[in-house]
C-alpha cells in the first residue's frame, strides 16, 4: 500500500509560533491515539516564515477522516486557533517504493 502524504503551509499568527511548537507535540499524540494509520508529522519552516506540515498517513481516506475531525479533537482547535492562513491543503501518493 503507498504511503498517501498531506502536505498543509500554513502561516502562524504573529507571536504565536513558540505556543505552536509547544502544543504540536500534544496535538500530534491525540490525533495518533484517534487514528492509528498516522505513520509520521514533521514541521518544516520555509524561508518566507511560513510553515509546511508534512503528514504520513497510510490511506487517503484515513487522512480525510482524521482532517474532517480536526475541529473535535481539543488538542487541534488549539493548534487551529493559531494559524493565521491556510495557504495550501493538498494530498499526494508516494511513487517511490519503500526503502529507496
Known amino acids: 500500500m503507498a504511503v498517501v502524504y498531506e502536505l498543509v503551509r500554513s502561516r502562524i499568527r504573529t507571536g504565536a509560533e513558540d505556543e505552536m511548537l509547544r502544543l504540536r507535540p500534544q496535538m500530534i499524540a491525540a490525533v495518533r491515539e484517534r487514528y492509528p494509520e498516522l505513520i509520521n508529522a514533521r514541521l518544516v519552516r520555509l524561508d518566507d ?5 508534512l503528514v504520513e498517513w497510510s490511506s487517503r481516506e484515513a487522512a480525510e477522516r482524521a482532517a474532517a475531525s480536526m475541529p473535535q479533537i481539543p488538542e487541534a482547535a488549539a493548534m487551529a486557533d493559531l494559524i493565521d492562513e491556510i495557504v495550501s491543503f493538498e494530498h499526494g501518493v508516494d511513487s517511490e517504493p519503500r526503502g529507496q
Open 49 to 53: 516564515g511560513s510553515w509546511l506540515d
